[in-house]
């Protein structure tokens, strides 16, 4: 009885085990995969990083915000309504109120890797040095 007992735990062991892997491996596929669609490069790898990091990519943040175009004015009120909507002191979600946070943060990564770099400003006394 016990022999069976323990060949199962291995072969569930092993079941999970391979479908951790192959996970794992679809995963990595579909993060290069977002980054060649995303330009590929620097770029490409940013994108990569800001997906994983926040969980999710841009296209599905702009789903669950409702827009199309990174409008700040437009994200800034989708987000507003739709985190007081699912409130959960007014009845609604915290999961979803949660995943629309996470969506309006990606979002904004994206909208701060899009503003060029400000450049410093020399004083027109001086001269740079060489």
Known sequence: MAKYIAQIIVLGGQIIGKAFTRALKQE????????KRAGGGQQGQNRAAA???TGMTLEE?????N?????PAEVQKNYEHLF???DKAK???FYLQS????????IDQELKAQKP???EKTDPGTQPEK
């Open 61 to 65: 943040a702009q789903d669950i915000l």
């Open 28 to 35: 990595i596929a579909a993060s290069q995969e977002a980054a």
């Open 117 to 119: 770099p400000e450049t």
């Open 91 to 93: 009845g609604g979600s």
């Open 67 to 71: 827009v199309t175009k990174l409008d």
């Open 84 to 86: 007081q909507v699912n």
């Open 51 to 53: 997906n994983l990091r």
């Open 99 to 106: 995943k629309v946070f996470r969506a309006k943060e990606r």
